[in-house]
């Protein structure tokens, strides 16, 4: 067996030492395993002697000796707590706490959500990951792991949409916005008689103010999204035309103004 060893591995009496008793020394062997407690035997085996007149005893005269390998490993407790982050989150470390001291190694089963290096994670992606605790047999307790559940959640986008001042007459314009989120953006304006919108593209149809809304729906990391600025018309300064007139005195006693405008 591997459970124990012997100082020796046979007794030898003579005419000289026949009455006196003689002992095996058997030792468990420490393996470092968490096996519980093993039974074996120590077989003793069939006697034999050189002199004829106690050449009797069988193997079975000599009972074999049942023994007990008492397991001393302990397995450590390990507390390892699941973690919720947001994409976006700055790195962060790993703990875990246990009645062993022996060393943490850590390993993430899904390294598009995150990766660790050390005990420092840094995150990738949303989703659930496993993220996995491997402790250092130390003393009398054994190597083993635990485990826990990695989240990370979308995050808000940042979405930039600056006011914009028009005035009455300009040409169509383009709508601009930018977003941490990697969705297309869709606008809506809520007085059509100051302005409406087609995909991007606005036409001014009055002076005045509203409210433009761009509006985002979420991507593989980002939460869906609204913004909103505000689209000013200013009124136009009109075209006059009022023509220079000639005529000869005396000629007719009264005249026709005329101007038009924008």
Known sequence: TDEATLDVSQLSFTPENWDTPQFIVVTGVDDALLDGDITFTLVTGDPSSA????DALLDTDVADLTLVNVDNEL???ITFADITKTFGDVN????ASSSSEGAFSFSIADASIATVSGNTVTIHGVGSTTVTATQQANGIYVSATATMTLTVNKAAPTVTFEDVTKNFGDANFDLSTTSSNTEAFSYTIADASIATVSGTTVTIQGAGSTIVTASQVSDTNYLAATASMTLTVNQA?????????????????SLTLSASSS
Do not use: H, K, M, V
């Open 92 to 95: 962060f470390d790993l703990s």
């Open 237 to 253: 300064t009109p075209t006059i035309t009022f023509n220079d007139i000639t005529t000869i005195y005396g000629a007719t006693s």
């Open 75 to 77: 397995l450590p407790s």
């Open 51 to 54: 002199d004829t007149n106690y």
